[in-house]
Structure formats: structure tokens, C-alpha cells
């Protein structure tokens, strides 16, 4: 478990844009259920995550279209909720950062672990994009 100090600022990376925090299992379960369009972003503290998960994040939701509602969990804080919303992406791995966009329950687009690390961010928000104007 990483220390409270340590994440806030990465928390807020995401918070100060409308993002739920989600801390329990329960919670999780909840946003997933709301009827539309629900972008889940599992936060982490690595690198990637500071410089292409939550940039591309932010740049998405810069769309026409956009999700109903944006929650988060911290991958090394959260156990509870990370490991429940990890078993709404089944079949995909468990991965941190990673991004999923759910439309009333069902998880209808991934990115991965291997789909943030490495790409710039304006690539990510492009892959949210699309998935934004398919599904929203």
C-alpha cells in the first residue's frame, strides 16, 4: 500500500476533472451498474500512468461525445475496489494503468497496460475518442 501523501497529488490528477473516486468493492459494483456510458481508469503510480494514462484521460474527454460518468480506482491503495472492477475486464489481465469503458454494465472497450505504456498520450485520447463516439 502506497502512502496517502504519496498518491493525493496523482489522485487529483484525475479528481479535479469530475473523476469518482470508487475505494470499495460495493462502490465499484454501483458505478458499474448505472444505466449509459461509464469510463473506469485504474490509476497507478508508475510512469506511464503520469505521463499517458491520465493525460490521455483528461485530452479525451476534449469530444462531442463523452462517457455519463468517469470513475477511478488506485491500483496499490484500493485492493477492494481495483480487484472488483478487474473482475468486470474479464477476460483482459489485470493491468496497471489501465482504461475501461462500460455502457449500461457491459464492458464494451479496453486499453491496456500495453496500449498506454510507451504511446503519447494524444494517441490514447484518440483510442478513447473513437470508443466515446461509438458507444456514447
Do not use: W
Not at 465499484?28 to 505521463?51: I, Q, R, W
Not at 470513475?71 to 473482475?87: C, I, P, Q
Amino acid at each position: 500500500m502506497y502512502p496517502a501523501e504519496l498518491v493525493k497529488p496523482m489522485r487529483e490528477d484525475l479528481t479535479k476533472l469530475g473523476f469518482e473516486e470508487l475505494h470499495t468493492a460495493e462502490a465499484v459494483d454501483a458505478a458499474l451498474a448505472k444505466e449509459g456510458t461509464t469510463l473506469l481508469v485504474v490509476n497507478s503510480v508508475c510512469g506511464c500512468a503520469a505521463a499517458n494514462a491520465r493525460p490521455g484521460a483528461r485530452m479525451s474527454l476534449e469530444n462531442s461525445k463523452k462517457p455519463d460518468n468517469i470513475v477511478t480506482v488506485f491500483a496499490g491503495v484500493d485492493k477492494d475496489a481495483v480487484n472488483k472492477a478487474r473482475e468486470h475486464m474479464v477476460p483482459f489481465p489485470p493491468s496497471s494503468p489501465c482504461m475501461a469503458l462500460f455502457k449500461d454494465g457491459e464492458l464494451v472497450h479496453m486499453l491496456e497496460r500495453h496500449h498506454i505504456e510507451g504511446r503519447p498520450a494524444e494517441i490514447i485520447a484518440e483510442n478513447l475518442k473513437d470508443a466515446y463516439n461509438q458507444n456514447c
